[in-house]
C-alpha cells in the first residue's frame, strides 16, 4: 500500500481537516474529573514523544499535511465535550454523526449513577459510530475484560484507564488513540478514493468490453453475411454457366431433331398408310417429339424456354389438374388442396406452369416412395421482403411487396444440405431411373417468369416447396387459340434459305420444294447476303438461321434490307421467340420458327409471311 500511495496515487485531501480540532467525549458523574479531562486537554501541552512516532508513521502513509493537532508530536488543542450521564453522552455522539463531525475517541467512566453504566454507554455509542476509539475509565477491580470486548467490539479499539488516574497518561492515551484514529480515517478516505477509482475504471472496461462485443458481434455478422453472399453468388454463377451449357447444348440438339422430325414427316407424306414402314416412321416422329420435350425442359432452365404469356389463375390451373396429378402419383399417397379463392392472378405460360405443379408433385410422391403419406397442395399470397429473397434459390434481386405462392409439401424423407445444394443442377438426381431434368426446369421456368423458389426440409421430417410469382399488374386478354395448320398448302415463289447444319438446310430445302416454292441455299449469313445481292429481284421470302458461322441471321438481315427494304424475312432458331423476340423485332423479320419444326408449323408461318400485308 505503502508503495502504491508513493507512485502518483490521488492523496488524500485533508487541508479541511487540518483545519478542524481532533474531538474527544468525556463521560464522568464526578464535576473534578471533567474539570481534569478539560484543564488537560483543554489546553496545550508539550512534546510526547509517543505522539512523534505516531505523527512520524502518519507522514510515511500520508505525506505531511496531517492535522496540525498532531503533527510534529506537539500536544494538541482537542475540541472537548462533557458530559455526566451516558445517555448524555449517546445523544452527543448521535448528533455528531448526523452533523458528520464524529468524536475521534471517548473517556467513559464504568460507573455513573443513576443512569447507564459505562460499558452500556460504550455498546450503544459503538452502535453509533464504530469507528471511536474508546477508554473505559474505572476505579474498580470487579471488571470482566472479556465480557467488555464481547459486548463492545472491536477489542483493538477498547482501553482500559484505571483511576487514579494521571494528567500524564490523560495526554499520553489521548493523543496517541487521535492519531490512530486520524490515520485510520485517513487509511479508509484512501481506500475510498481507491474503490472510486477501481469502480470507475471497472465501469470505463465494462462499457468498452460492452463495445468490443458490439464490435466483435457486429464483425462476426458482417463476415456471416459476407460468406452467405459469396455463396449466392458462386450458387447464381452455377446456375448462370448451368444455364448457358443446358441451353446450348439444346440448340444444338433441336438441330439434330430438325433433321429427324423434318425427314419423318417427308417420309410419311410420301408413304402409303398402308405400308408396312409408316408404323416405324411414326415411332420416329415420336420418339423425336418426346426427345424435343427434353430440349424444351434444358431450356426451360437457361431460361430461353418458349412461353406464351397470358393472365393466369393459378388456384384454377391446380384445381383443373386434379385428375391428372392422381393419376400420375403413387396410390398410397393422398393429395391435400388447400387452393385461395379469388387469388390474384399472374402472368405467365399455363403450359409452363402446369409443367411446375407437374414436376413438383411428381417429385414430392417420389420422395414418399412406397410408403404412405400425403402432399398438401396450396396457393394464396404473401408479402415478401428483401430477407425472404436472400434466401430464396434465386439470382435476381426481386421488389418486395405482395405475390401468389403455390406450395407442395410432402411427408417424404426430406433432404440434407448437401442434396438441396444440387436439386436444381441439371442431370442431378437421387433416383436411379431419374435424368435430373424436372427440378432443373422448374427452376428455369421460375426465373423466366420473375419468380423465386423456397426449400424447407430436413432428413426424416419431409420438403416443402414454396413458388413465388409476382402479381399481375392488370388482366390482359387471353390469345384465341391458333387453329391447326395443314400441310396441303402450295406456294409460288422463290425463298433464299441460309443455315449453316447441312443436315437441317437440306430437310428444310425439301420442306418449302414440297410446298411447290423453289429454294436457293447459303451456307451461312455472308453467303446469303451475296447471294441475295444477285438474286433480290425475284426473292419472295428470306428465311434465316439466327446463329451460323462469319456472319449471324440478324447482321445478314440488316445488309439484305439495304439491299432490298420490302423484302419479307423469318428467323429460325434452336431458341425460343421470346428469347430471340427483341433481336428480331428490331431487324424487321416479318415472323419466327423455332427448330425443331414440322411441316405444319412451317406452313402456317409461310401462310403468315407470304399472306397480304
Known amino acids: 500500500m505503502l508503495g502504491i500511495l508513493s507512485q502518483g496515487k490521488p492523496k488524500v485531501n485533508v487541508a479541511q481537516q487540518s483545519a478542524e480540532k ?25 512534546k510526547d514523544p509517543a505522539r512523534s512516532e505516531m505523527a512520524s508513521l502518519e507522514a510515511d502513509l500520508f505525506g505531511e499535511g496531517g492535522p496540525e493537532e498532531t503533527r510534529g508530536g506537539i500536544t494538541s488543542q482537542f475540541e472537548l465535550t462533557s458530559c455526566s450521564q451516558g445517555e448524555e453522552a449517546v445523544e452527543e455522539v448521535r448528533r455528531a454523526c448526523d452533523e458528520e463531525r464524529p468524536f475521534a475517541m471517548a473517556f467513559l467512566d464504568v460507573r455513573m449513577p443513576p443512569g447507564i453504566n459505562g460499558v452500556q454507554t460504550a455498546e450503544k455509542i459503538r452502535s453509533l459510530d464504530s469507528d471511536v476509539q ?16 464481547r459486548r463492545v467490539p472491536p477489542p483493538d479499539r477498547l482501553l482500559y484507564v484505571q483511576k487514579p488516574i494521571h494528567l500524564f497518561e490523560i495526554s499520553q492515551f489521548a493523543s496517541t488513540l487521535a492519531a490512530r484514529w486520524w490515520a485510520e480515517r485517513q487509511l479508509r478516505q484512501v481506500n475510498r478514493d481507491l474503490e472510486s477509482i477501481v469502480d470507475l475504471r471497472t465501469a470505463e472496461l465494462r462499457k468498452t468490453n460492452e463495445e468490443l462485443k458490439k464490435e466483435i458481434a457486429e464483425r462476426l455478422r458482417a463476415e456471416e453475411e459476407s460468406r452467405r453472399l459469396e455463396t449466392q453468388m458462386l450458387q447464381a454463377q452455377k446456375l448462370e454457366s448451368l444455364g448457358v451449357l443446358a441451353g446450348g447444348i439444346a440448340h444444338d440438339f433441336n438441330n439434330l431433331l430438325m433433321t429427324i422430325l423434318g425427314n419423318a414427316d417427308l417420309a410419311l407424306m410420301d408413304v402409303e398408310p398402308i405400308s408396312p414402314v409408316r408404323n416405324c416412321i411414326q415411332e420416329i416422329a415420336s420418339a423425336g417429339r418426346r426427345a424435343a420435350e427434353l430440349s ?13 404469356i397470358e393472365p393466369i389463375d393459378l388456384s384454377a390451373t391446380v384445381r383443373e389438374m386434379v385428375n391428372l396429378l392422381d393419376i400420375s402419383i403413387s396410390k398410397k399417397v393422398k393429395p391435400e388442396l388447400q387452393l385461395a379463392e379469388n387469388l390474384p392472378q399472374i402472368r405467365g405460360d399455363s403450359t409452363q406452369i402446369r409443367q411446375i405443379v407437374m414436376n413438383l408433385v411428381t417429385n414430392a410422391s417420389e420422395a414418399i416412395g412406397g410408403s404412405e403419406g400425403t402432399i398438401h397442395i396450396s396457393t394464396g399470397t404473401t408479402t415478401c421482403d428483401e430477407n425472404y429473397f436472400s ?45 435430373g431434368l424436372g427440378m432443373a426446369a422448374v427452376l428455369g421456368i421460375v426465373r423466366a417468369h420473375n419468380g423465386a423458389i423456397h426449400v424447407y426440409s430436413r432428413p426424416g421430417r419431409g420438403t416443402t416447396f414454396r413458388v413465388l410469382f409476382p402479381q399481375a ?28 447444319e447441312e443436315q437441317v438446310r437440306s430437310v428444310a430445302k425439301r420442306m418449302l420444294e414440297r410446298m411447290g416454292l423453289n429454294v436457293l441455299t447459303a451456307r451461312d ?19 434465316l438461321d439466327l ?21 419479307r424475312a423469318i428467323l429460325a432458331s434452336g431458341y425460343s421467340e421470346q428469347e430471340t423476340a427483341k433481336r428480331f423485332a428490331e431487324k424487321g423479320f416479318c415472323g419466327f420458327i423455332q427448330k425443331p419444326y414440322t411441316m405444319d408449323k412451317l406452313v402456317a408461318e409461310m401462310k403468315r409471311a407470304l399472306g397480304p400485308h
Open 22 to 46: 481532533v474531538r474527544i467525549l468525556v463521560a464522568d458523574d464526578d464535576p473534578a474529573i471533567l474539570a481534569l479531562y478539560r484543564d488537560v486537554l483543554g489546553r496545550g501541552g508539550e
Open 134 to 149: 474508546i477508554a473505559i475509565v474505572t476505579g474498580y477491580s470487579d471488571i470482566n475484560p472479556a465480557e467488555i470486548e
Open 296 to 308: 424444351a425442359q434444358m431450356l426451360a432452365y437457361s431460361g430461353r424456354g418458349k412461353f406464351v
Open 391 to 435: 434466401q430464396a434459390d434465386f439470382d435476381s434481386p426481386l421488389p418486395e411487396g405482395r405475390y401468389v405462392f403455390l406450395e407442395v409439401t410432402d411427408t417424404g424423407c426430406g433432404m440434407d444440405e448437401d442434396v438441396q445444394t444440387k436439386i436444381f443442377d441439371p442431370f442431378f438426381t437421387t433416383k436411379f431411373t431419374g435424368r
Open 525 to 543: 449469313g455472308r453467303e446469303a447476303v451475296d447471294l441475295f445481292q444477285e438474286t433480290a429481284d425475284r426473292v419472295s421470302l428470306v428465311l
Open 547 to 567: 446463329t451460323m458461322p462469319r456472319m449471324d441471321g440478324d447482321q445478314a438481315m440488316e445488309e439484305i434490307h439495304r439491299i432490298r427494304p420490302d423484302v
Open 473 to 500: 399488374e392488370e388482366a390482359a386478354a387471353a390469345a384465341a387459340p391458333q387453329p391447326r395448320e395443314t400441310s396441303d398448302w402450295h406456294f409460288d415463289g422463290t425463298v433464299l434459305l441460309a443455315e449453316d
